[in-house]
């Protein structure tokens, strides 16, 4: 049997449930939302409190409980069987909202569900997103890169450029699945070879990113690939770095976003595709 998060529809946005219990037969209530559970069992439904903590690179809500309750059961007389706890997440894409429904499937509850939040690391204060669990998790993992390739194997993407570090894990797989050449923007000093590089701002002082001399030519479509999407600096000097050299950037894609951090206005008119945020 399926699992009761499996059934649940996945276009949710977790900040707007309401602070309530109900109990109800075969429906979740969403605000103003109403999703059907494919189950012949009624549901009591504890949502709690949002709790903001600003991370790394998250905001981390409290999880929804949801409680599986037997059916047949007289009033009062119900047995509960399973409590799950569950953390659901929208993909999001700036080209056009209607990419949530590309993705509206388990998977995206499975890949959310798979990353783990490290508190006070690396220094205090600070929730670390923690994507090696999701690597451990074979289906997770082949989920994530599925979802990639199908959304960009048919954009005529020759180049996937990905970022140091993380966008060296999803960039080769999208890469090769979509019959793209893969190309790292590294830190400076990490390629051997002659390198063109770009400038960015940290919050204090600058940065650089280089790629290669002649690992893309002009007139090449590009996707530019990272595990997560923060303030934006990286993603913007990747841009930029892109463009110099003649390279069309055609979108942006990031397994997580910060959306409080507004990273994604720094990327100006190019489009950013996430699946978790």
């Not at 590309?102 to 783990?116: F, L």
């Not at 997770?140 to 199908?150: G, M, N, Q, R, Y």
């Not at 979509?178 to 940065?207: C, H, N, Q």
């Amino acid at each position: 049997m399926e699992s009761l998060t499996q059934k649940i529809a996945l276009k949710l946005t977790k900040a707007n449930f309401v602070q309530e219990k109900l109990t109800i037969t075969n429906k979740y209530y969403h605000k103003d939302n109403l999703v059907q559970i494919k189950s012949p069992t009624n549901t009591t439904i504890t949502t709690t409190l949002t709790t903001t903590h600003h991370t790394r690179n998250t905001r981390v809500f409290s999880p929804i409980c949801v409680s599986k309750i037997s059916a047949g059961t007289g009033a009062g007389e119900e047995s509960e069987l399973k409590t799950t706890r569950i953390r659901i997440r929208d993909p999001v894409s700036s080209t056009d909202m209607a990419a949530s429904d590309d993705v509206k499937d388990a998977r995206i509850a499975g890949i959310s569900s798979a990353i783990r939040v490290i508190p006070d690391f690396p220094k205090s204060g600070i929730m670390f997103q923690d994507i090696t669990t999701l690597l451990l998790d074979t289906k997770a993992f082949k989920d994530t890169i599925d979802l990639f390739v199908e959304r960009y194997k048919d954009k005529n993407i020759s180049v996937v450029a990905g970022i140091e570090a993380r966008g060296f894990i999803f960039g080769p797989p999208i890469a090769l699945a979509i019959g793209a050449k893969f190309v790292p923007m590294r830190k400076p000093k990490k390629l051997p070879g002659e390198v063109i590089s770009e400038e960015y701002s940290l919050e204090y002082g600058t940065d650089k990113m280089e790629m290669h001399v002649g690992a893309v030519e002009a007139g090449e479509r590009a996707l530019v690939v990272d595990d997560l999407i923060a303030t934006g600096g990286t993603l913007n000097a990747a841009i930029r770095l892109l463009e110099r050299v003649e390279v069309e950037v055609v979108e942006c894609a990031c397994v997580i976003e910060l959306p409080e951090l507004k990273g994604r206005e720094r990327l100006g008119d190019k489009p950013l595709f996430v699946l978790v945020n």
